[in-house]
């Protein structure tokens, strides 16, 4: 897997799913609550951000409370999930870091995917690749039998460095047909 040393700690419980904690250097790997709300809306109204997300489309307040209640039962469902990432020393929440199924490119299931979005404020300060060492971290161990990818639109040149520098190799180009946009994948290459 991924030469990840002590950049990661685990303060789960065994048993206590709902408490997953993880820490890093400068960031908090945790559950999603409700005042995360406003300023994840905050991120994903920003156009910016969204350009590589689908069809670019911003998200209301409503569309990201939804999303937020997704995470929420796709990790009581499945165990794992995205991880609201929030900056260490203040409480600041930064964005997410994670792990789905992608289910909108059938053709890599059962794989699951990790991604990443956070606000723009936050770029090129290396938090996103911290928080996906982190959540790399965590998949070795909950997540060791599956096969992780990574997914990206063509052009989305810092997500492809974050995943070079979490260890995926460039897998192939398709084309994500709930946009009809060229992405391509990269994986987690076999031990």
């Known amino acids: 897997m991924l030469a990840l040393g002590q950049q990661s700690k685990s303060l789960i419980a065994?048993?206590?799913?709902?408490k997953i904690l993880?820490?890093?250097?400068?960031?908090?790997?945790?559950?999603?609550?409700?005042s995360d709300v406003e300023p994840f809306a905050a991120i994903c109204?920003?156009?910016?951000?969204?350009?590589?997300?689908g069809d670019g489309s911003t998200r209301t307040l409503e569309e990201t409370a939804r999303s937020i209640e997704?995470?929420?039962?796709?990790?009581e469902e499945r165990g794992f999930g995205l991880f609201a990432v929030e900056l260490r020393a203040t409480g600041e929440l930064l964005g997410f870091t994670g792990f789905a199924h992608p289910d909108f490119l059938p053709e890599l299931l059962p794989s699951?995917?990790?991604?990443?979005?956070?606000?723009?404020?936050?770029?090129?300060?290396?938090y996103a690749t911290e928080a996906a060492i982190g959540a790399m971290e965590f998949a070795s161990n909950v997540l060791?039998?599956?096969?992780?990818?990574?997914?990206?639109q063509v052009g989305n040149t810092a997500s492809?460095?974050?995943?070079?520098?979490?260890?995926?190799?460039?897998?192939?180009?398709?084309?994500?047909?709930t946009c009809n946009r060229e992405v391509e994948v990269y994986r987690l290459p076999a031990d």
Do not use: H, N
């Open 22 to 34: 993880l820490e890093t250097d400068r960031l908090r790997l945790r559950r999603w609550k409700d």
């Open 112 to 126: 699951v995917e990790i991604g990443w979005r956070f606000g723009k404020q936050y770029w090129g300060r290396g």
């Open 70 to 75: 997704q995470f929420e039962i796709a990790w």
């Open 160 to 177: 492809t460095r974050i995943m070079a520098k979490i260890g995926l190799e460039y897998d192939r180009r398709m084309i994500d047909r």
């Open 14 to 18: 065994e048993g206590e799913m709902e």
């Open 45 to 53: 109204g920003d156009p910016e951000v969204m350009k590589y997300i």
């Open 144 to 152: 060791a039998d599956q096969q992780i990818v990574s997914i990206c």
